[in-house]
């Protein structure tokens, strides 16, 4: 019978980034600055947890992440560097 930890690390994995994404959604809609801190804390936090594992998930063959091209990362960090440097006032 295969190992079953593959399978429980990859539930993991989907589930850390869930709570990192709903985390996120959370501070958007937050009625105070301490709460927004809290749930932007949270969703970093389960960010943090969520690298870990997936590196933990490639070292042991369970996980291999899709390849970026160099030419598309060029292409993308200007990008959202821009998106960035353009948001609205009290939004960075």
């Given at each position: 019978?295969?190992?079953?930890?593959?399978?429980?690390?990859?539930?993991?994995?989907?589930?850390?980034?869930?709570?990192?994404?709903?985390?996120a959604?959370?501070?958007?809609?937050?009625?105070?600055?301490?709460?927004?801190?809290?749930?932007?804390?949270?969703?970093?936090?389960?960010?943090?947890?969520?690298?870990?594992?997936?590196?933990?998930?490639?070292?042991?063959?369970?996980?291999?992440?899709?390849?970026?091209?160099?030419?598309?990362?060029?292409?993308?960090?200007?990008?959202?560097?821009?998106?960035?440097?353009?948001?609205?006032?009290?939004?960075r």
């Amino acid at each position: 019978m295969p190992s079953m930890d593959p399978i429980i690390a990859a539930k993991l994995n989907a589930g850390l980034k869930f709570c990192a994404t709903r985390f996120a959604h959370s501070a958007l809609d937050a009625g105070t600055p301490q709460i927004r801190n809290a749930f932007l804390q949270a969703s970093q936090n389960a960010i943090r947890k969520q690298e870990e594992l997936s590196k933990l998930m490639e070292s042991r063959g369970w996980y291999r992440p899709p390849a970026a091209h160099s030419q598309d990362i060029q292409q993308i960090i200007p990008q959202l560097h821009a998106l960035t440097a353009s948001a609205p006032v009290g939004v960075r």
